[in-house]
């Protein structure tokens, strides 16, 4: 809007400090601290009132780590509100409106939002860990995917649409037609489940979220920059650039929500945080033609769900367990480590899987 107003608006041209607004960096910077001051001023009385609506909190799986019924128990969900109320206020207010890849972005994670939240309303009302059946959400999960998919496509330049590009290969595009539409619904949809696996510990995913939204701000900056991508050698798409601000609005709005969700948290996420979060880092890499780095990126929220699956499989074929507890993160408790040590223990992963992300962009 602020933008809008500085480019369009009658003064434009005539107040030369309003001339920083047609900055991205400036603009994302200003964004990120935004959605961090809406964040903290908004949080205290948005978790007072959950917990006036919500009188028992989230509910707890029995079938989890026994300690977490007694000490997470009455901490109230659907903190992803929070998360997403101020990234789209700071979005609204810093970003180009005119901008498609912004609404195809945003709208994706308000999709996924809007599924967890019945989701969490669902397990609220009932009052157990049951809410929306696994067919309808991810019958709806996969619907909002191949629209976001759909949508982006017909922004992407004629050679690049409907290609999948490979991080160590800088002239390698595969054309998939049709079935990349296929890939972008698993990509998106297993992003968005990949993080609601990870959010089981206070601060875990949503730090682990922030970590790889920064990695993806910087590849986003490079990606809609055309002297930056011909220089590193990698795919150009035109006006991904702007979504270096959504980028930079989420990490503010996911600080903003970690202040209060540091152990031990006065407010989970919920799948509206979990789902929303995971749905946008999956469109912002098919946004700008990076969706096996994401892979890299956020390897971490890929090993949570390999260990689910495995798990899974294993049991159902020998009645016995490869981990103590799956996701990862609980086998990890079971062996007696202190909640706090595995999360920064794991954001250190994060870090380092977020590094290796980024050479990508000169191993070519």
Same mark, same amino acid.
């Given at each position: 809007m602020l933008y809008m107003l500085a480019s369009y608006g009658f003064y434009h041209g005539h107040i030369t400090i309003l001339n920083l607004l047609r900055y991205i960096s400036f603009r994302s910077g200003c964004a990120c601290l935004t959605a961090l001051i809406f964040s903290l001023i908004l949080g205290k009385p948005f978790i007072t009132a959950l917990k006036r609506l919500q009188r028992h909190g989230q509910p707890i799986r029995t079938l989890g780590p026994e300690?977490?019924?007694?000490?997470?128990?009455?901490?109230?969900?659907?903190?992803?509100?929070?998360?997403?109320?101020?990234?789209?206020?700071?979005? !609204? !207010?810093?970003?180009?409106?005119?901008?498609?890849?912004?609404?195809? *972005?945003?709208?994706?994670?308000?999709?996924?939002?809007?599924v967890g939240f019945i989701d969490d309303y669902k397990k609220l009302i009932k009052n157990n860990t049951t809410g929306l059946s696994k067919r309808s959400r991810l019958g709806a999960e996969f619907l909002i995917s191949l629209l976001c998919g759909w949508w982006l496509q017909s922004l992407m330049p004629?050679?690049?649409?409907?290609?999948?590009?490979?991080?160590?290969?800088?002239?390698?595009?595969?054309?998939?037609?049709?079935?990349?539409?296929?890939?972008?619904?698993?990509?998106?949809?297993?992003?968005?489940?990949?993080?609601?696996?990870?959010?089981?510990?206070?601060? !875990?995913?949503?730090?682990?979220?922030?970590?790889?939204?920064?990695?993806?701000?910087?590849?986003?900056?490079? *990606?809609?920059?055309?002297?930056?991508?011909?220089?590193?050698?990698?795919?150009?798409?035109?006006?991904?650039?702007?979504?270096?601000?959504?980028?930079?609005?989420?990490?503010?709005?996911g600080l903003g929500f970690l202040w209060f969700n540091a152990p031990p948290a006065s407010i989970f996420m919920g799948d509206t945080g979990s789902l929303s979060l995971g749905g946008g880092?999956?469109? !912002?890499?098919?946004?700008?033609?990076?969706?096996?780095?994401?892979c890299i990126v956020g390897g971490l929220f890929v090993a949570e769900t390999f260990s689910v699956i495995i798990q899974i499989l294993w049991y159902k074929r020998t009645k016995k367990r490869i981990f103590l507890m799956a996701p990862i993160h609980h086998h990890f408790e079971k062996?007696?480590?202190?909640?706090?040590?595995?999360?920064?223990?794991?954001?250190?992963?994060?870090? *380092?899987?977020?590094?290796?992300?980024?050479?990508?962009?000169?191993?070519?």
């Open positions: 300690k977490h019924i007694i000490e997470k128990a009455g901490t109230p969900t659907m903190g992803g509100v929070l998360i997403l109320t101020t990234l789209s206020l700071s979005t !609204l !207010l810093w970003s180009d409106l005119f901008n498609p890849f912004i609404w195809a *972005v945003w709208l994706t994670m308000l999709g996924f939002g809007t004629k050679t690049l649409a409907y290609t999948l590009t490979f991080p160590f290969a800088k002239d390698l595009l595969l054309p998939l037609g049709v079935f990349y539409l296929v890939f972008v619904m698993i990509t998106i949809t297993g992003f968005g489940n990949a993080v609601n696996f990870t959010d089981g510990l206070d601060g !875990l995913a949503i730090g682990s979220v922030i970590i790889a939204t920064f990695i993806f701000s910087i590849l986003c900056y490079l *990606v809609g920059n055309h002297s930056f991508a011909d220089y590193l050698q990698i795919h150009a798409v035109p006006e991904t650039g702007e979504l270096t601000v959504f980028c930079a609005a989420l990490i503010g709005s880092l999956g469109a !912002l890499s098919v946004a700008i033609k990076h969706e096996l780095v994401l062996k007696g480590w202190d909640e706090p040590k595995i999360v920064i223990r794991f954001w250190i992963i994060a870090i *380092v899987l977020g590094l290796c992300g980024l050479a990508t962009l000169k191993l070519r």
